[in-house]
């Protein structure tokens, strides 16, 4: 049979057929028909931008974590060097650099370089002021030192109210320390689904903390000061680590070290009070002023290290197991301080060792499984086990209580309170919880699950605790957004409350043959409220909702309330209400604007036992009192572009108001507490923020801003003199109160 | 005859637009420039300038499939519209009115973004919580907002407002300021750790940061070591220093001493008062108990020094 097609025909054919896509791209689009010729725009992926400012006050509050704590100019220098070979030209190296500086106290910088998917290095520099107050006074002199001195003027006194030339030698101390870090990593990969990832870094904090020491004891006799300590730690931490991504296999291995170093052992700070020791004590008469001092021991140096193997293993699309197995070493031996320095002092007990020779091993281990034994249905299960041993050596150690605190001396073995056992505390954690989720609907999930978590303590008045929590969640999406709401309920018990334990371990025996009645340090119906009984409900709930096409809307509130009826004493409950909401507007990019607010009550109920008396159920004596927090915080913020492509606004405000009130309740001391009431505390801050951004070319903008800032605290544990009561030496910090303007202007370029 | 050779040349030019156009549609999948003939706005075309448009890394899979190894398929979206036929969407879209479903978005980030910080994904937090990876990422611009220190923060607080509340309250962790970010302690990608924190416990990602409070001490202070949410709430506080109550009443929780500290304090303890208590003003019990989070002086076994 011949072909219906004759040759020729197939020759117009092929002449026809490629101009039909030329001609259907007439008139019609067709995606794809016709190659791109130019690129798209340039894009700006780096700039630098430069300028200055300048804050009108000193205040360490507004600059309090790394924001400008003077007044006067500051200079402002940012900018990102961010590229990579193009897409499409088979190279692949990539590199950034940035910086941040924002006065000379706050300074950022990274740079990294590397060939994606091959590898990469990076270092960074970190480092900002953390002020705490620039109020503080002090008489001390050789603030930052190991060792502190009285001026030569210092006159003595038994209580803070008579060192007449107190006012006369005190002097300020600016309290902030400065935090610096310095690091970088390394991340290779040498095969397909490998990597290894190497970094570590280097921190110095260095700057003055306010600190105290006590010389005595209390009843009215001359008790402590306050002085600035010297803060000079170096934290030197390293990781190095070997994972695999595979299709259905991952897993991570890895080794961090962490060395804490502090170059300061103690500070010697001279004890200002005349009172001396009694007969009790040989050299008793020598620990007043101006012989007497006390050694305020520091943190000690310590090193961590930790492995760390974690995986996961898909073993059907259905299945998934996880897995994380750690192990810590933690160690401390710095040498010990003497029992007291004051050598004056006969102490003739020798201390049991040199140093602690503290050791902590962490055991932990997490086994985690997930499945989806249908489309609608989840489940995950998950157990946790985590070991805190700490095998620090016991000893019996003869100390010293404070160094103006009358003390038989020699100590006598059975007689004496001060001759105590150090209980190297030890925890054990586990935890089972299981979770089902289940597609209710298409769009709406409901999950139950269930957590229990058991701890085991050593040395403490409770060994064993159990909780049991059951939660639910339903959420659901819709058109418009989606909504969820959650309930919990979690009932905590524990093994017999033995209140006198910790105390029965750190004395000897023959103390507690001879001395019965102080079996306990606390009320025996005390309950430390993270051991004691507790019921847990917590209901929570959340909606987003799209009120029109530009207009949304998020809330959330949350209702959280702990019960620890079981404890006769101690927190009786704590009660947390917290409602959040958001508005976002957004009207085709030229306008933008977000309001919120959030609502936040605290409250906390505790009961009291006023002791003294060996009669420990005399109602007379039942106190209580309740603590209630409430914040509000409020915000707006408006990005207008008021010229297209050249002109953009801002305006931000938000506004923090804080306050604490205490008061009685129901107590039998209501009436003392009611006639003199504590007096609210309340922080409040207002900060509105204006900024302006005009192109002056595509790549150059010039840039301004304005900041003003309204704050008042109001804390009646501040803002009296540097001798407050007359049992303390005080710091005479005040409550910061301002009104600050920033301003700044900065030439901003883009490339 | 001529009615067969008419017939065939009328159908080869009806089935060679079809022809050509499958041939353009699949063609240049290798080639995002042919997406960008419709999608030349700056912020489609900036991904070109990213990590995942990287044609010498064979991860992106953009050498293969251009903008298809994200957006999938997409054959009805690349296709000739017939009549007045509404061009559909690409087969994943990752934002706007046409967005997939959270768990189709995921499904195509996870097929490159397994291990590593998103090993925990299955079964963390927000997966659960059907949240979508653009909920919290943007893909296609340069500096992805949330990777940055000084604006992921109210990325993190559009969903969590409870947690900005929180770190505008008097005390709180320098997030706000830029000084650290929400990742420093969670990875939001799941962890195994509660809250998807990043060290495996509470207190070693507290200890991070403040080792200061690391010890072994010699003498302890148990809820130090147990767990540091005890006393603190990390996120913001009205009290000072993290705390959750105010000192004294925080440490009369838990202490009601035979010796001091169990009185109920009031206004009258405070200096001008009828009995003013170096127990209330300053750092009150801190005022001697200074050393709170442990002591390793021989003496310090009340933690006075």
Known sequence: MAFPVPPRWLILLGLVLPAIPARAQDGSFELGATPVVTMPPPLYTSYFETGIGYQDINSFHIGRYGGPIERGPLAIFRGTFDGRDAWDSGGARTWNAAVDVFGFDTISARVRY??????????????????????ARTPFNGSGDSVLTLPSNWVSSNTSAGFSALAQNLHPLDLKVDWRTVGGDIVVNPREGYEIRMSASHRDREGLRGQNLAFGHEMNTAVGVFFAQPVDYQTDQASASLAFTGDRLQWSASYHLSIFTNDITSVRVPNPYNRALGGLWPGGALSAFPNAFGDYGLPPSSIAHQALLSGAYIVSP????????????????????????????????????????????????????????????????????????????????????????????????????????????????????ADVGVRVAARTRLTLSYTGDFRARKYQQVSDTSEHTFRAKLLTTFTAGSAWVAYAYASRSGSVYDDALPWDLSHTESYLNASPFNQSIEHPLLRKFNMADRKRNEAKGGVTFELTPALMLDATGVYAEDDYKNSPLGLQRSETVQLDGNLSYALAKKLTATAFYSFERIKFDLTGYLMGTV????????????????????????????????????????????????????????????????????????????????????????????????????????????????????????????????????????? | MVLWRALFLIGALFAAPVAAQEERALGNASDPSGCMNCHDQPAVTSVLHTAHMVKADARTGVADQGCQSCHGDSRDHVARLRGEQVRPPPSVVFSGPHASPVEKRNETCAGCHQGGTAMHWQGSLHQSSDIACTNCHKSHIVQDPVLVKTTQAPICFSCHADKRAAALKPSHHPVLEGRMSCSDCHNPHGSLTQTMLRGTTVNDTCLTCHDEKRGPFLWEHPPVQEQCTICHTPHGTVQASLLKQRTPFLCQNCHDSSTHNSQPFSGASLPGGTSPSKQMVLRACLNCHSAVHGSNHPSGVRLSR
């Open chain 1, 114 to 135: 590397g060939t994606q998917g091959r590898w990469r290095a990076g270092a960074f520099y970190d480092g900002f002021t953390r002020a705490y107050t620039n109020f």
């Open chain 1, 318 to 433: 259905k299945l998934r197991v996880t897995a994380r197995v750690s192990y810590m070493v933690q160690k401390q031996d710095e040498d010990f301080l003497p029992y007291t320095a004051m050598t004056q002092l006969s102490v003739p007990e020798p201390l049991p060792r040199t140093s602690l020779d503290g050791k902590v091993y962490k055991a932990h281990v997490v086994l985690g499984v997930t499945a989806r034994p249908s489309p609608i249905v989840d489940v995950s299960a998950g157990y946790t086990f985590d070991d805190r041993d700490n095998r620090s050596p016991i000893d019996l150690y003869s100390y010293v209580a404070n160094e103006a605190q009358d003390q038989a001396r020699p100590l006598v073995p059975g007689a004496s309170r001060y001759i105590r056992y150090n209980l190297p505390h030890s925890f054990a954690f586990q935890q089972a919880k």
């Open chain 1, 615 to 751: 009669n420990l159920s005399n109602p007379a004596q039942n106190w209580s009192a309740a603590n209630r927090d409430i914040i509000h915080t409020a915000g707006a913020k408006v990005d207008w572009d008021a010229i297209e492509q050249i002109l953009k606004v801002g305006v931000g405000y938000y506004v923090s108001d804080g306050g604490s009130r205490i008061s009685a309740i129901g107590s039998n001391f209501a009436t003392i507490m009611n006639t003199a009431p504590l007096p609210d505390v309340r922080d409040v801050t207002h900060n509105v923020n204006l900024t302006g951004d005009y192109k002056v070319r595509a790549d150059t903008t010039l840039r301004i801003g304005y900041t003003f800032q309204h704050h008042t605290t109001n804390d009646w544990q501040y803002g009296y003199s540097a001798a407050p009561v007359p049992q303390l030496l005080g710091s005479g910090i005040t409550s910061p109160r301002y009104s600050a303007h920033l301003v700044w202007l900065s030439a901003r370029y883009d490339f």
